[in-house]
């Protein structure tokens, strides 16, 4: 029996170990696979038609082998498209052309733009990553557009009619301290990404925005006047503000109304805020809306404070993503989702052996990448999401069918455990267990 249930492990599945996180030994992986990796980038202009896109030591493929060293399940860009910014062009991508881009960006090929061949992509490095769904956002201040792309598919999660957005647009809110507008001079745009629902119970709502940078005066005020508006936003358009209903007061003009998400799905949001905290800036705005604490005015599901990262970079210990500021964040519901890890990535200061692959072969000094790649650096957080109910061959209960679970029942069944291995619930082990494991692995029963 022994040698028949070695058989069905290897007949079964033949899984890659799920990587686990040791950035003093340049693994910087997801430590649970169920986890989302959400990441978020301000790229400097680096990601444009125009850009060379060799293995060199230049910008593009400092970013193509920082995302392929990264791997998030989500990744939300800003500042792509600006040719003349990154002085290889001039004007700003299109909405098709950057489209294109991100395209070459992860899956190489002939670049129809700068000639020849792309000669650094994402799959170069990693072929079995991809992030395959691409937005690409229509509201741009004439030379920047931001990104989102995803390892999972957008869908219409709320009924609304669509599944991508680049900007929203509301009335004023006599009743709250909204004044109606946007997300911005860029928008605020969201995707409603399609988990799997063999592995999560809800899906995920993922928000990405560049707010006006500046030091005067009227920059604050205009990131203040787009935090102010994503956070009425998410309160009452996705959270319903306790309500029941989407957008309550029936100030949002678009996008139309639809119905709230499951409670399962939560909100997650960042990009360049471009402000450092203070003791109401935007970023506070985001999170706590009007009033800091309390249970019914935060932009959480339920009506209290979204938490924001604190991400520090685990080897180094800073704290900042562009020069001496912490500029790049990401937000969350975290009465739906919990940051198991949050971190940033810079190269610099790192020892040669803790930067992670592909990152280390970066041209002439890897420790180089990150100051070549962008002048921001990356916010990482691995969130643990509600799982979907565990099926019984999901014999370790993480939410994945692979080798482990395989093992696990054979652990089961050789050691004479019921709770693990009686699958047809006949009291007893026997063939007809195996022939039952066998039967829901392979119909990956939900």
């Known amino acids: 029996m022994r040698s028949l249930l070695t058989a069905v492990a290897f007949a079964l599945v033949a899984a890659p170990a799920v990587a686990q996180w040791d950035p003093f030994n340049a693994d910087w992986g997801k430590s649970d696979e169920t986890d989302l990796r959400v990441m978020t980038w301000n790229v400097q202009d680096g990601i444009c038609r125009t850009n060379s896109k060799a293995d060199a030591f230049d910008n593009w493929n400092g970013i ?18 600006d040719n003349s910014g990154n002085g290889t062009g001039s004007g ?17 090929g002939a670049d129809p733009y700068a000639g020849g061949t792309v ?7 990693v072929p079995a990553y991809d992030l395959p769904y691409i ?47 946007n997300g911005g001079i860029r928008g605020f745009m969201h995707a409603e ?13 993922v928000g990405n925005s560049h707010l006006k940078a500046g030091g005067s005066s009227s920059d604050q005020a205009d990131r203040l006047d787009a935090a102010k508006a994503i956070a009425y936003y998410i309160q009452y358009y996705f959270n319903g503000n306790q309500s029941g209903n989407d957008d309550p007061n029936d100030v949002v003009i678009n996008p139309a109304d639809g119905t709230l998400t499951d409670p399962n799905t939560p909100v997650i949001w960042g990009g360049d805020w471009n402000n450092n905290p203070s003791s109401k800036g935007p ?53 739906i989702a919990t940051a198991r890890r949050q971190f940033l990535f810079n190269s610099s200061g790192m020892q040669t052996a803790d930067i992670p692959f592909p990152a280390d072969g970066f041209p002439v000094n890897a420790g180089l990448i990150s100051s070549f790649a962008a002048d921001h650096r990356p916010v990482v957080v691995d969130f643990i999401l509600p799982l979907a109910p565990q099926c019984f061959c999901d014999c370790d209960g993480n939410g994945m069918l692979n080798i482990d679970d395989v093992d696990c029942f054979v652990a089961g069944f050789v050691g004479g455990d019921l709770g693990v291995a009686d699958c047809d619930g006949s009291g007893g082990l026997n063939i007809d267990d195996v022939d039952c494991f066998v039967a829901c692995f392979i119909a990956t029963c939900p």
């Open 92 to 108: 700003a991508d299109s909405v098709a052309q950057l489209t294109d881009v991100c395209e070459l960006l992860f899956h190489g």
């Open 119 to 125: 000669g650094s992509y994402v799959q170069l490095f």
């Open 135 to 181: 937005f690409v956002t229509p509201s741009s201040d004439g030379f920047n557009r931001n990104v989102i792309l995803s390892r999972y598919p957008f869908a219409d999660l709320n009924g609304n009619g669509t599944s991508q957005l680049g900007d929203f647009f509301q009335l004023p809110d006599a009743t709250a301290w909204d004044h109606g507008l």
């Open 283 to 335: 970023v506070e705005w985001m999170v706590q809306a009007q009033f800091s604490g309390g249970t019914s005015d935060g932009t959480d599901r339920d009506g209290t404070d979204c938490l924001r990262d604190f991400a520090v970079h685990p080897t180094t210990g800073s704290t900042t993503t562009q020069g001496s500021s912490k500029l790049d964040y990401l937000a969350w519901q975290d009465s």
């Open 193 to 205: 990404i399609d988990l799997p629902d063999s592995v999560y119970a809800g899906d995920v709502i």
């Open 64 to 81: 193509v082998r920082i995302i392929a060293s990264l791997q998030p399940d989500v990744l939300i860009l800003q500042e792509c498209a």
